[in-house]
C-alpha cells in the first residue's frame, strides 16, 4: 500500500510568518489532497493536483505537486491565527480514486 | 446547504455492547466512506461504498460493520468484536469511484467521538 509521510509533525510559527509542509509518498502520486482539520472536527477540503508540476493557490495557501510526482508541498504565506490546525495529505492509490490513503497529519500552532 | 452529518457528536460504549454511529448525507453522492482516526495518525479505511447495496472493506474492516440500503445513509456499527473502539470516526462522500467524477475530492462530516465506560 501506499505510504504518505508528512513533515514537520508539528510547527510553531510567529503571525506574518511563513511556513511550509510536505508530504512525501513512497510511490507515484496519481492524485494528492490538501485538507485542513480543527481538532475535534471535521476535515475541510483545500486543493486537489494531478499533474506533474502542477501548482494551485487559495488565497494565501499554495499547493505544488513536483515533477516526479512523489512529493507534494504546502506553503502558508504570511501566516494567521485562522492558519492554525492539522493539515493533512491525502492521496489517490493507482488502481482506485476513491480508496485515499493519509498522512499522519502536521499542526500548526500560529503565536501572536 | 448540502453537506454530511454525522450523530451523534459523541457516543458512550459499555463492554460487550454494539454501537451505530449514523451518516447522513444530501449531496446525492454515490460513494460514501468511513474513517478512524487516532491520535498523531492519519485517518485508516474502515468501510466504504461505491453504490446503494453495496459495500467493501477497507484496511481496518474486522469489528464493524455497515449497511448501505438507502443512497442518503451509510451508518456504521461498532461491534463488541472490535475490543479497541475508542477513536473518532468520520464519514465522507464524494461524487462517485470511476470514471470522469472518481478523482472528486471526499467531503467530510464533523465526527463521532466514541470512547469506552
Known amino acids: 500500500s501506499q505510504e504518505l509521510e508528512q513533515s514537520p509533525q508539528s510547527l510553531i510559527v510567529q503571525e506574518g510568518k511563513n511556513l511550509t509542509i510536505n508530504c512525501t509518498s513512497s510511490?507515484?502520486?496519481?492524485?494528492l489532497y490538501w485538507y485542513k482539520q480543527k481538532y475535534g472536527e471535521g476535515l475541510i477540503f483545500l486543493m486537489m493536483l494531478q499533474k506533474g508540476g502542477e501548482e494551485k493557490s487559495h488565497e494565501k495557501i499554495t499547493a505544488k505537486l513536483d515533477e516526479k510526482k512523489q512529493q507534494s508541498s504546502l506553503h502558508i504565506t504570511a501566516s494567521q491565527p485562522s492558519h492554525a490546525g492539522i493539515y493533512l495529505c491525502?492521496?489517490?492509490?493507482?488502481?482506485?480514486?476513491?480508496?485515499?490513503?493519509f498522512g499522519a497529519g502536521t499542526q500548526v500552532v500560529v503565536t501572536p | 446547504d448540502g453537506g454530511i452529518t454525522q450523530s451523534p457528536k459523541y457516543l458512550f460504549r459499555k463492554e460487550g455492547q454494539n454501537v451505530t454511529l449514523s451518516c447522513e448525507q444530501n449531496?446525492?453522492?454515490?460513494?460514501m466512506y468511513w474513517y478512524r482516526q487516532d491520535p498523531g495518525q492519519g485517518l485508516r479505511l474502515i468501510y466504504y461504498?461505491?453504490?446503494?447495496?453495496?459495500?467493501q472493506k477497507g484496511d481496518i474492516a474486522e469489528g464493524y460493520s455497515v449497511s448501505r440500503e438507502k443512497k442518503e445513509s451509510f451508518p456504521l456499527t461498532v461491534t463488541s468484536a472490535q475490543k479497541n473502539p475508542t477513536a473518532f470516526y468520520l464519514c465522507a462522500s464524494n461524487k462517485g469511484w470511476q470514471g470522469a467524477v472518481s478523482n472528486q475530492p471526499q467531503h467530510f462530516g464533523d465526527g463521532t467521538r466514541l470512547s469506552i465506560l
Open positions: 461504498s461505491q453504490i446503494v447495496n453495496d459495500f
Open positions: 449531496l446525492n453522492h454515490d460513494a
Open positions: 491525502g492521496a489517490a492509490a493507482t488502481d482506485s480514486w476513491g480508496k485515499l490513503q
Open positions: 510511490k507515484t502520486l496519481y492524485g
